[in-house]
């Protein structure tokens, strides 16, 4: 007879973006231009895919378009005429980023998953517009830490984490970045997430300082930040991802399950939550969905064995 499990250890998430169905730009016009929001459509199939898979902590699929124009077109100051959005005036926030569809999402959600409320980090946004205002772009981070305050006071409360992506940190750090999130983190009444992609073995300790609950990293893209789990001591969660967003081919329930082995070798059940690497964006909705099923089978039979 089999265990019962325990989903409290080795939660499921998604890390972001779904596969849509309608195309980035037509749902960015809809959304923000007319009366009609079609793109509705496409947050609730990504809903709807999260929960049949099984993922306790869903997402709205980040379905709307790109990580920095999904911020960007909800800005005062920001013109989205050119290749890379441009800061020509002061920064502001004009309206709802992804509250909105935070109510939508909970409207929909079964009673026994959380929500997780996913935006891109303020270093990440002023890195990739083109900006033609501010000094430099930690001047610029700044501006967009104040519109993600507001945003983060229409959410907090109303999902069960947020998350915050700043995938540029691997890229080029920038110390301040610290203090950026530290003031994002003030007064939230949820856990916070902070994803970073690539490799972090220059920046893993001064992550660990940061005001955030969960580091949520790349272990499938980048297999030897798994040495860093057991390197160092901390209480952190860590965002374990198992699951390739890149590769084309659907990992069985095995291959990730000796992947999440791995992680408990260095961290306990407890400190672990279990994602994909990355977001989904660029697979298939198929085979998005089966990834998300394997990995739930996975922790499931790892929960079962134990």
């Excluded at 459509?41 to 049949?52: G, L, M, Q, T, Y």
């Excluded at 830490?145 to 507001?150: N, P």
């Excluded at 109303?158 to 080029?172: A, G, K, R």
Aim: net charge neutral; charged share 30%; glycine share 4%.
């Amino acid at each position: 007879m089999s265990h019962k499990l325990d989903k409290s250890k080795l939660e499921t998430t998604v890390v972001g973006s779904y596969p849509a169905d309608v195309g980035a730009n037509s749902a960015l016009n809809q959304f923000y231009f007319s009366a009609s929001d079609s793109f509705r459509n496409a947050i609730k199939s990504a809903v709807d895919d999260e929960e049949r898979a099984g993922i306790d902590i869903i997402s709205d699929g980040q379905v709307r378009g790109d990580i920095v124009s999904l911020v960007a077109s909800r800005c005062h100051g920001i013109t989205m005429n050119g290749r890379r959005p441009q800061i020509v005036s002061e920064i502001k926030r004009k309206g709802s980023i992804i509250a909105k569809d935070m109510a939508f999402v909970r409207s929909l959600a079964l009673k026994d998953v959380k929500i997780k409320g996913v935006v891109t980090g303020p270093y990440t946004l002023a890195r990739n517009c083109e900006n033609k205002y501010y000094k430099n772009d930690e001047e610029a981070s700044w501006a967009f830490v104040d519109v993600l305050k507001e945003e983060f006071k229409k959410i907090n409360g109303s999902v069960d984490m947020i998350q915050v992506d700043e995938p540029f940190l691997s890229v080029e750090y920038l110390p301040k970045a610290k203090d950026m999130i530290h003031e994002l983190a003030k007064n939230l009444d949820v856990p916070l997430s902070l994803h970073v992609c690539g490799d972090v073995k220059n920046i893993f300790v001064d992550l660990l300082e940061y005001k955030a609950d969960i580091i949520d990293l790349e272990f499938v893209a980048y297999p030897k930040n798994i040495v860093l789990l057991k390197e160092y001591k901390f209480d952190k969660k860590i965002g374990f991802g198992c699951v390739s967003v890149e590769e084309r081919t659907i990992e069985s329930v095995s291959v990730i399950k000796e992947r999440i082995k791995k992680a408990l070798c260095s961290l306990p059940a407890e400190q672990l939550i279990i994602d994909p690497d990355c977001g989904m964006r660029n697979l298939t909705r198929e085979m998005a969905f089966a990834k998300l099923k394997n990995m739930v089978a996975a922790r499931d039979e790892i929960l079962q064995d134990n």
